[in-house]
C-alpha cells in the first residue's frame, strides 16, 4: 500500500524556519520524482518544489519563484524520504503543504502528473 506521511508543520513567527519531512512507502521510492505542492484556503494547488530521482549528483531541483532562495528541497532515498527546509517564511506562505510522488525522471509542476499524495500538513506563518 502507498503512503506517503508529511510532518513538520506547525505555527511559526514571520522571518522563522520549519523542515517539512515525508515519509514514503509501498513504492519503489528511489525511482520517482517527488514534489511539494500548497494550497491555502480559496487558492488553488500550487506547485512548490521537486526534485529528480536521476542526476550525477544529489538530483535536479525546481522551485516556484516565490520561495526560491528561501526553501530547499531534498531527499534521502536510504530513509525514503524527502524534506523541504523553508526559511525566511513569510504569512502568505500559509497553506496545508502536500508531499507528492511522480513517476518520471524529473518532477513536473503539474499537480495532475503526480501518481501519488500524502494528506498534507498545515503551515501557518504569523505576522
Known amino acids: 500500500q502507498v503512503q506517503l506521511v508529511e510532518s513538520g508543520g506547525g505555527l511559526v513567527q514571520a522571518g522563522g524556519s520549519l523542515r517539512l519531512s515525508c515519509a514514503a512507502s509501498g513504492f519503489t521510492f528511489s525511482r520517482y520524482a517527488m514534489g511539494w505542492f500548497r494550497q491555502a484556503p480559496g487558492k488553488e494547488r500550487e506547485f512548490v518544489a521537486s526534485?529528480?530521482?536521476?542526476?550525477?549528483?544529489?538530483?535536479?531541483?525546481s522551485y516556484e519563484d516565490s520561495v526560491k532562495g528561501r526553501f530547499t528541497i531534498s531527499r534521502d532515498n536510504a530513509k525514503n524520504t524527502v524534506y523541504l527546509q523553508m526559511n525566511s517564511l513569510k504569512p502568505e506562505d500559509t497553506a496545508v503543504y502536500y508531499c507528492?510522488?511522480?513517476?518520471?525522471?524529473?518532477?513536473?509542476?503539474?499537480?495532475?502528473?503526480?501518481?501519488?499524495w500524502g494528506q498534507g500538513t498545515q503551515v501557518t506563518v504569523s505576522s
Open positions: 526534485i529528480s530521482w536521476i542526476s550525477w549528483n544529489d538530483g535536479r531541483t
Open positions: 507528492a510522488a511522480d513517476r518520471s525522471v524529473v518532477g513536473g509542476l503539474v499537480a495532475s502528473e503526480y501518481d501519488y
